[in-house]
């Protein structure tokens, strides 16, 4: 198969609606499929990985300059780009690789990729099982992974590196996840399973696993001291223990915008702490008498898929009404009312509504 050519004088073309297989046959190779688009129209553009470890995804417009792109959003390191044509007119599909700022032993960025141009489809209500398939499986590209602990069990964790109100803050999110999967996070000074860091990384947040055979054994839970908030505590530990995000979006390169970058069109922080998406941009929740508070507790998809995972808790506050108990009062019906009722020392957890962490997580990468 003849190279496609990476600039304006390629003369391969993909019609809307046509899949091609390809390949990035040396480092750096870039490969433009032309595509004519009318005015307004929306298209889904899709690589996908067949031997390609890592692709990478450029709209360009006929003079070449870049209009948007993507590296992760299709699904584990496939790309997905939506793309609206402003006007009538030749654009090119710039098919590449993920380029590591440093030697990455082992990797190419060649092999073979899938590249699909579809006109866009509005995305679909999403089952709560959906949800939690996503989190577990779908955003790792299938590959699932947790510590290999159940109930009862013990995940170490080392705090030892953050301050004394950010380890308070940890603490209130590891228990809220012991609540559910009914694990004890126990204490230790170096060499622990889960170890926490305040690293400056802007104000960023991140989490990264080393894992393999589906058993993770270390993850790191980093966040920022401009990112103090129980918020991001549950959801980077979320991370750590195993659960990806509710749609693909990661924060490496683009912020996620909604619904382009959903999966389903009730992703919002209603569903899960895991989404990008808050109720106050979600057309989905308008209208339902939800607020935009931020939330404070993992929501309904996050507790399946975590049990999914580690199995439920069976004695999380028995005897006690609270566990499901739903908030009535207008000013404090976030979301489906903090499925755990849980109760925090204010000033730390107050986040800007809106403001989620999508700019703060950081893309886990394996390698
Ligand atoms: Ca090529
Ligand atoms: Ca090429
Ligand atoms: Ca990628
Ligand atoms: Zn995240």
């Known amino acids: 198969m003849a190279d496609v050519p990476g600039d304006t004088t390629t003369g391969v073309t993909i019609p809307v609606g046509a899949t091609i297989d390809n390949q990035l046959e040396v480092t750096g190779d870039h490969d433009w499929y032309r595509v004519q688009l009318t005015a307004g129209q929306k298209i889904t553009i899709a690589v996908n990985v067949l031997t390609l470890e890592d692709p990478y995804v450029y709209i360009r417009s006929a003079g070449g300059t870049i209009l948007g792109e993507n590296d992760d959003g299709g699904g584990g390191r496939g790309s997905r780009l939506v793309f609206t044509a402003p006007t009538t ?12 700022t440093g030697p990455v032993p082992g990797y190419t960025g060649t092999g073979a990729y899938r590249l699909s141009a579809s006109n866009y489809v509005a995305p679909p209500v999403g089952t709560l099982d959906e949800f939690a398939n996503q989190m577990t499986h779908g955003f790792f590209n299938g590959d699932a992974h947790h510590f290999a602990v159940m109930q009862g069990g013990t995940i170490t964790v080392d705090l030892t590196g953050i301050t004394a109100s950010g380890r308070a803050i940890a603490l209130q999110a590891l228990q809220q996840w012991s609540d559910i999967i009914g694990v004890n996070f126990v204490e230790q000074s170096g060499g622990a399973q889960i170890t926490f860091d305040d690293l400056q990384q802007g104000t960023g947040a991140f989490a990264d696993t080393v894992h393999s055979n589906g058993i993770t054994t270390s993850a790191i839970v980093n966040v920022s001291l401009q990112r103090l908030n129980l918020h ?27 619904p382009d970058d959903a999966i389903w069109s009730n992703d919002g922080a209603a569903i899960s702490i895991m989404s990008y998406f808050d109720n106050a941009e979600n057309a989905y929740y308008a209208n339902q008498g939800f607020s935009h508070v931020p939330i404070m507790t993992p929501q309904v998809a996050d507790i399946i898929a975590m049990g999914n995972l580690y199995g439920l808790s069976t004695t999380t506050r028995t ?4 566990l499901f108990r739903v908030r009535r009062q207008p ?22 509504p809106g403001n989620g962490d999508r700019e703060c997580d950081r893309r886990e990468r394996r390698r």
């Not at 007119?89 to 590591?100: E, F, K, L, N, S």
């Not at 000013?331 to 107050?350: L, M, N």
């Open 89 to 100: 007119g030749t654009y090119y599909i710039d098919v590449a690789a993920w380029t590591p």
């Open 232 to 258: 991001t505590y549950m959801h980077e530990i979320g991370h750590a223990l195993g659960i990806g995000h509710t749609s693909n979006s990661n924060a490496g390169t683009a912020a996620a915008v909604y």
């Open 319 to 322: 005897g006690n009404a609270r």
């Open 331 to 352: 000013a404090d019906q976030s979301q489906f009312g903090g499925v755990f009722e849980h109760r925090f020392p204010g000033r730390e957890c107050r986040d800007r």
